[in-house]
């Protein structure tokens, strides 16, 4: 077999990495999750989360692929035979988890086609609500975008790691974070917006559920892109001088400083135009552009933001499919144009009846779940947490403390002092913490 492909240089990989995990993740499931789990007490639920369980967790990822150097399945199989399932999980989950993301990716790509051509701020704010709630309605016109969108990602998935994926992510995240900025500004600056700030950054610990910590969980394990091996494919494709202990803070930190900022823009906008901060997952998508209304340019920014969102989700769903695409090419055999061509069509067919869910088939249930409610549910509060878990089992308990440390420092030639620490949290804290919450999630625990 020819070499396997790696990552020209290690800020390639970090921004890959980052690339993964800042994505839709950040600006539109981020802020609606917090608008629907009541504010504040969500939030700091939230960081306490990626302090204690998620840098450490992908840290577990990161030493796990680069071991590994292959596939998730057989990366987990080195360490531990019986752990080759968590593999398997992650390429089930990964059509799944797609499948809605693409959906909302298509809107993305939607909005800015509407920006460039001005239809979308030359609406009245108040208008911007019908507009969208009629677009993601309707049965064909959404899925031409998810499709669109499925097609983007399975290009550049196609054209490989270092081609595709190192390359596209390099210029474009710096340029998506000076975005948000321009907008926090605006945001904050709009009359009303303190009370939004105020709703955010107050905590209101009687929303604090069992549901609640739920959720804080699954958006942990979504925004991080953990759980679902994509950070452990993404560290296959390492070379062995990397230092995976910095790498995994710088990913972690950028990724909530971006999650925090949306916040920061979305919840002044909310309430200085008398929005609903529970509004679900149309929240972006209506407060967003009501703040461009109100802006100078309003169509030329609007249209730069949707383009860099677009990609920031291009990035993210890259890493989703390349978990499958890694796994058919070594496991299967296959081309990595032909794996891109089938995932791209079963993804299509999935997104079907979650863009349906928004429309048409808006009251199907399934345990009680609407389809999009339900995809998304199981990706983020079961599936990713319950993969996390048994790779913290694996390395806590079955790869064990000299193994592990080893990886983590590249055989002792990185000093560093928190690496007992992330053992011992891994070992002992996240199959507490995490456990309590997936029985929580599965309903086996109620608080
Ligand atoms: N982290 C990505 C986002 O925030 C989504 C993602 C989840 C990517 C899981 C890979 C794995 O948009």
Request: proline share 3%; with cysteine.
């Amino acid at each position: 077999m020819a070499s396997r492909d790696q990552f020209r240089s290690r800020i390639g990989f970090i921004l890959a990495a980052a690339g993964s995990a800042i994505g839709l993740g950040n600006i539109w499931r981020f802020p609606y999750m917090t608008g629907e789990s009541g504010g504040g007490a969500f939030v700091l639920m939230y960081l306490l989360i990626v302090m204690v369980v998620g840098v450490s967790l992908l840290l577990v990822e990161f030493s796990i692929g680069r071991h590994g150097k292959a596939n998730a399945v057989d990366s987990y199989a080195k360490i531990h035979k019986g752990f080759a399932w968590i593999g398997y999980l992650g390429v089930f989950t990964s059509f799944l988890l797609i499948s809605y993301y693409s959906v909302v990716g298509g809107w993305t790509i939607y909005y800015t086609l509407k920006s460039a051509t001005g239809t979308l701020t030359s609406l009245p704010a108040d208008q911007i609500g019908n507009f969208f709630g009629g677009f993601i309605s309707q049965p064909v016109l959404p899925l031409f975008y998810h499709l669109l969108f499925i097609f983007l990602t399975a290009w550049i998935v196609a054209k490989g790691i270092s081609g595709g994926i190192e390359k596209y992510t390099k210029a474009l995240m710096p340029l998506l974070f000076i975005m948000l900025l321009i907008l926090l500004v605006r945001a904050l600056t709009l009359p009303g917006a303190m009370k939004g700030v105020a709703w955010y950054l107050k905590p209101d610990f009687s929303k604090l559920t069992g549901s609640t910590v739920v959720a804080a969980c699954g958006q942990v394990f979504f925004s991080l892109s953990l759980g679902l091996s994509g950070m452990v494919t993404y560290a296959s494709y390492l070379s062995k001088d990397d230092n995976l202990i910095s790498s995994s803070f710088v990913v972690a930190m950028t990724d909530t400083l971006i999650a925090i900022i949306a916040g920061f823009v979305i919840f002044p906008t909310i309430f200085a135009f008398g929005g609903d901060p529970s509004g679900g997952p149309g929240l972006v998508f209506i407060s967003l552009p009501q703040i461009f209304t109100k802006m100078p340019m309003g169509a030329f920014f609007a249209f730069i933001f949707f383009l860099l969102l677009v990609i920031a989700a291009l990035t993210s769903s890259i890493s989703i499919m390349e978990v499958c695409i890694t796994f058919f090419v070594e496991k299967v055999k296959w081309s990595r144009l032909k794996a891109s061509v089938f995932y791209g069509t079963v993804c299509f067919l999935l997104g079907i009846p979650v863009s349906l869910s928004f429309g048409m088939w808006g009251d199907v249930k399934i345990l009680g779940k609407g389809i999009f409610d339900l995809f998304d549910y199981f990706c983020s509060n079961i599936s990713l947490p319950l993969s996390g878990l048994a790779c913290a089992i694996l390395v806590g308990w079955f790869w064990g403390k000299e193994k592990a440390l080893a990886e983590v420092t590249n055989d002792g030639r990185i000093q560093s002092n928190v690496a007992g620490l992330w053992f011992f949290t891994v070992k002992y804290v996240i199959p507490i913490v995490v456990g309590i919450i997936f029985l929580q999630a599965i309903g086996v625990l109620q608080v």
